[in-house]
């Protein structure tokens, strides 16, 4: 039998049928928004795949042009490199100070304008080159302007009271030479001139202090030597002639410590004001020395610099014709100065002393390097050696006075100053050397020492000749004095006895010329018969 559903039941399958049918339209309504957003997804991954699609496209366009850009930089960067000029050497060039810095950026400077004007003398240049050219030539134009304001007053500076030149030289000469070059490279007529305005001051310079200087030598007090200290001159009278200053005794013959000055010869110069205040009385040689110890210093000091700092913007004969130049008239003083000491002077000794020390200072200045000075030397010996030869002539006429003056009568009593008319005058004349042998001998041995390293071109072997005969035919005078018969003995004696006193002064000079007369007096000694 059937059963009836009870009411109950199928009111909770509706609303249980009613539940799924409300949840089947919720997931019709999700499936739906899903299959909206999918379909919206699509859409924005499609548009996203063009967007990468075209952001590859770019990239690759970017890299093809970074890669002609890398060809293009490497092309073009060191013809760029070349003429660019940084601010900082633009500023620095146009206002900062002259000093390291300033150095740098002309050094900068002056590589780009080299690389510039290569750059606009080749057949391709490129319009830049043309455009910056013109910059360049006016920072180029600047710095001309500045180092020509900086040397010029440098110059000004040398010309400043009791200024020493060569700190100025070396702190701000030779310490930017590199200015020098570059003026002479990009505007020779300024660097010309700027060289001029050197070479003005600096003879200006250098004659007024050689002239005060000389002037302060001038001031010491010289042993006077004339032809009354000659070899033949009487000595009998101690009376100075009126004309004739009085002064310290002094050898005028004899060399003694003269010969000291020679190894003064490396020594510094005596300073002005020593010179100026000394109460000493000197020989010749002594001033002729110090001036010319100073005169070598200084051409060494200058013709240095010369050649620092001008070369190579300059070649050489012309740093030689700018030292010409600037020493010509101080070389005209030193002439003139040797001049004066010399030519009323018969001192022997001084002026061969001053021969000397000439070739002394030639040496050093070949030993130096220094070979602008030689026309100086050369002429100071052609002051000095006439001079001597003269002086020579001097003592070689006293001597020849002195034999002229012999009594023929009294023969040797009257050169030794006895009494012709005494009967037995030429009995009692001395065997023992004549006074004016030990004179000469003396005089011999100062020149032969002096001559130790002389050559054979020099005027001393004929002059000395000259004064040897003239003292062979006094002593030959003397001799006849004793007469004949038994005075023949003594007068062999007496000429025998001078002759080993003229060998035993010179006995210990060397040299070829002390050789040679040691050999001559040897033959007169042995030709009389010895002692």
Not at 105 to 112: F, G, S
Not at 135 to 153: M, Q, Y
Not at 163 to 190: C, D, M, T, W
Request: proline share 4%.
């Amino acid at each position: 039998m059937l059963v009836r559903p009870s009411r109950n039941v199928n009111e909770v399958e509706k609303h249980k049928f009613e539940d799924l049918h409300k949840s089947i339209l919720a997931c019709d309504d999700v499936l739906k928004s899903v299959q909206k957003s999918l379909t919206s997804f699509q859409q924005d991954l499609g548009a996203v795949s063009a967007e990468i699609e075209t952001l590859q496209s770019r990239s690759t366009a970017m890299n093809t042009r970074l890669e002609n850009r890398k060809v293009v930089e490497t092309l073009l960067g060191p013809a760029i490199e070349e003429v660019a000029i940084s601010p900082e050497v633009v500023s620095t060039i146009s206002e900062g100070p002259i000093d390291q810095s300033w150095l740098s950026a002309l050094e900068e400077l002056d590589k780009r304008s080299g690389a510039m004007h290569r750059a606009s003398q080749t057949p391709n240049r490129s319009l830049a080159v043309s455009d910056l050219r013109p910059l360049l030539d006016d920072l180029s134009n600047k710095a001309i302007e500045r180092i020509r304001d900086f040397f010029v007053s440098q110059i000004k500076a040398l010309r400043s009271p009791n200024i020493n030149a060569q700190i100025i030289q070396q702190q701000s000469f030779i310490r930017y030479k590199e200015l020098y070059g570059f003026l002479a490279r990009h505007h020779p007529v300024l660097g010309e001139e700027i060289g001029q305005a050197y070479i003005n001051t600096m003879r200006w310079y250098y004659l007024s202090n050689f002239t005060r200087y000389k002037n302060a030598l001038n001031k010491l007090s010289i042993f006077v030597i004339d032809r009354n200290d000659a070899i033949g001159a009487d000595q009998t009278a101690h009376r100075a002639p009126a004309n004739r200053p009085s002064q310290a005794s002094h050898d005028a013959l004899a060399i003694g410590r003269r010969a000291d000055v020679l190894k003064q010869s490396h020594q510094a110069a005596l300073p002005a004001h020593i010179a100026e205040d000394s109460k000493q009385t000197h020989c010749v040689e002594t001033p002729f020395l110090h001036f010319n110890l100073a005169l070598v210093d200084n051409v060494t000091a200058e013709y240095s610099f010369l050649a620092k700092f001008f070369s190579p913007a300059i070649g050489f004969p012309t740093v030689s014709r700018y030292f010409s130049a600037i020493f010509s008239p101080t070389f005209s003083l030193g002439h003139a100065f040797t001049k004066s000491l010399v030519e009323a002077s018969d001192d022997c000794l001084g002026i061969l002393l001053c021969v000397r020390l000439n070739q002394h200072f030639a040496f050093e200045l070949q030993r130096r390097k220094i070979p602008v000075a030689d026309g100086y030397i050369n002429g100071t010996n052609m002051l000095l050696w006439p001079r001597f030869q003269l002086a020579m002539d001097v003592h070689a006429e006293s001597i020849k006075r002195a034999t002229s003056a012999i009594s023929t009568r009294g023969g040797a009593a009257s050169a030794l100053g006895l009494s012709s008319n005494s009967a037995d005058a030429a009995s009692k004349q001395s065997t023992a050397p004549h006074m004016l042998t030990q004179r000469f001998g003396q005089f011999l041995q100062g020149i032969l020492m002096l001559s130790r390293d002389a050559g054979d071109d020099e005027p001393v072997g004929n002059s000395l000749g000259r004064l040897r005969g003239e003292f062979e035919a006094f002593l030959t005078k003397v001799g006849k004095g004793f007469g004949s018969g038994a005075g023949e003995r003594k007068r062999e004696r007496f000429l025998a006895n001078n002759y080993s006193l003229i060998l035993t002064i010179v006995g210990d000079t060397g040299g070829k010329l002390a050789g040679d007369t040691r050999e001559y007096f040897e033959g007169l000694r042995d030709g009389v018969g010895g002692i």
